[in-house]
């Protein structure tokens, strides 16, 4: 299994970016497709973006594409989300997770290694 740490969460006004970063560890390379997931209080944990390995396909939830943008590293284990142009609805705890297939899927269930979370908060 592997071990994933984000990190690059904080506190920014609207319209503001943010590049939140995930550490892959304890399987490396991690052949795997991995994305994004937000999670606010009281609602469910909903697909952000994700990626296929090696990085040729992504997937962008909504109207997320042109403001999000994923990307990984695998020379050095790490995943990115860009976040552009934030809104106060991006406000939540963002979360990196690796997928049991190679190809992308949106549901949770499909992924079996979530990290701990970072938030993000966004003012108006």
């Known amino acids: 299994q592997v071990q994933l740490v984000e990190s690059g969460g904080g506190l920014v006004q609207a319209g503001g970016s943010l590049r939140l970063s995930c550490a892959v560890s304890?399987?490396?390379?991690?052949?795997?497709?991995m994305g994004w997931f937000r999670q606010s209080p009281g609602t469910e944990r909903r697909v952000v973006a994700g990626i296929n390995w090696p990085g040729s396909s992504t997937y962008y939830s909504g109207t997320l594409k042109g403001r999000f943008t994923i990307s990984r590293d695998n020379a050095n284990n790490t995943l990115y989300l860009q976040m552009n142009g934030l809104k106060p609805e991006d406000t939540a705890k963002y979360y990196c997770?690796?997928?049991?297939?190679?190809?992308?899927?949106?549901?949770?269930?499909?992924?079996?290694?979530w990290g701990q979370g970072t938030q993000v908060t966004v003012t108006s």
């Open positions: 304890g399987r490396t390379p991690n052949k795997f497709a």
């Open positions: 997770a690796s997928s049991r297939t190679m190809g992308f899927t949106t549901s949770p269930a499909d992924f079996d290694s």
